[in-house]
């Protein structure tokens, strides 16, 4: 399985970013894709997450109501729709996929990762 996350860029607070996360391979056991994210100097956060089946959504809520999960599974993408960005949510992104109906928000519950692409929020 490989994941190529893309859509990253530089842009001023209050603008907005589209990710967009391509998967291929055996991607018939992915259940569940999420976003995460990375600054300099912290953790690997949890952004969102959707399922493969239900469309059920998890956010954190550092972005909810700003961002938006969604999936295409027969094109096998899923997008990140962030609005109203903030200089705080600058950092890599990365899309993850796990073998799990379930949502989750850990990064050791994921099972394949992409690359990552960076985000800049100036103010």
């Known amino acids: 399985v490989q994941l190529q996350a893309s859509g990253g860029g530089l842009v001023q607070a209050g603008g907005s970013l589209r990710l967009s996360c391509a998967v291929s391979g055996r991607t018939s056991t992915l259940y569940t894709m999420g976003w995460f994210r990375q600054a300099p100097g912290k953790e690997r956060e949890f952004v969102s997450a959707?399922?493969?089946?239900?469309?059920?959504?998890l956010y954190a809520d550092s972005v909810k109501g700003r961002f938006t999960i969604s999936r295409d599974n027969a094109k096998n993408t899923v997008t990140l729709q962030m609005n109203s960005l903030k200089t705080e949510d600058t950092a890599v992104y990365y899309c993850a996929s796990r073998r799990d109906y379930r949502l989750s928000s850990e990064p050791n519950g994921y099972d394949f990762w992409g690359q990552g692409t960076q985000v800049t929020v100036s103010s």
């Open positions: 959707i399922s493969r089946g239900s469309g059920s959504t």
